[in-house]
T-cell receptor, first 108, second 115 residues
Framework: KNEVEQSPQNLTAQEGEFITINCSYSVGISALHWLQQHPGGGIVSLFMLSSGKKKHGRLIATINIQEKHSSLHITASHPRDSAVYICAVGGSQGNLIFGKGTKLSVKP | DAGITQSPRHKVTETGTPVTLRCHQTENHRYMYWYRQDPGHGLRLIHYSYGVKDTDKGEVSDGYSVSRSKTEDFLLTLESATSSQTSVYFC??????????????FGQGTRLTVV
């Protein structure tokens, strides 16, 4: 079983829709990251959170430590949000352990 | 943006040849990591470094070696490239191991094709 599981793997939405991407993990963590990877490959950190909720623009990330679950929400989705969204948690070697990513496509 | 530069950005090489990828940082971060990204897998750790001349293996280290002679440079070497090492390679840096929650910074990636 993977230590970090994301769902769904692929997601297609219409512009304006509310989007949720889920992440479950099986290891103890100090923090969880949400990352964004656009075509062309660069990886950008969106959020780092260890409890509660964070908001940045139309993006909201929540985490439930007891349930070992996090969600990334996108409100009023836009085609420019199309990307791969990756959940990652801290590993024992100081590295990150990554989920396989969720490929989001937002249609106009 | 964090100062991380990977070189080269793209490379095509023949099976059996040695290849070295370079990661250069200007953030003076202690920890540096090499990951590979393949379809159907999340990014997987190849090797990491926790200081000059201090390195250790990750999950998928077979066929790879690393060196760190200066804080700012972390080199990944494929001694004899194989087709299974065709992948996109990412370098990452972080400030502290204990603070794994510190924001991770990534290089732009190197697309390596072994033919």
């Amino acid at each position: 079983k993977n230590e970090v599981e994301q769902s769904p793997q692929n997601l297609t939405a219409q512009e304006g829709e509310f989007i949720t991407i889920n992440c479950s993990y099986s290891v103890g963590i100090s923090a969880l990251h949400w990352l964004q990877q656009h075509p062309g490959g660069g990886i950008v950190s969106l959020f780092m959170l260890s409890s509660g909720k964070k908001k940045h623009g139309r993006l909201i990330a929540t985490i439930n430590i007891q349930e070992k679950h996090s969600s990334l929400h996108i409100t009023a989705s836009h085609p420019r949000d199309s990307a791969v969204y990756i959940c990652a948690v801290g590993g024992s070697q100081g590295n990150l352990i990554f989920g396989k990513g969720t490929k989001l496509s937002v249609k106009p | 943006d964090a100062g991380i530069t990977q070189s080269p950005r793209h490379k095509v090489t023949e099976t059996g040849t040695p290849v070295t990828l370079r990661c250069h940082q200007t953030e003076n971060h202690r920890y540096m990591y090499w990951y590979r990204q393949d379809p159907g897998h999340g990014l997987r750790l190849i090797h990491y470094s926790y200081g000059v001349k201090d390195t250790d293996k990750g999950e998928v280290s077979d066929g790879y070696s690393v060196s760190r002679s200066k804080t700012e440079d972390f080199l990944l070497t494929l001694e004899s490239a194989t087709s299974s090492q065709t992948s996109v390679y990412f370098c990452a840096i972080s400030e502290s191991r204990d603070k794994v929650g510190t924001e991770a910074f990534f290089g732009q990636g190197t697309r390596l094709t072994v033919v």
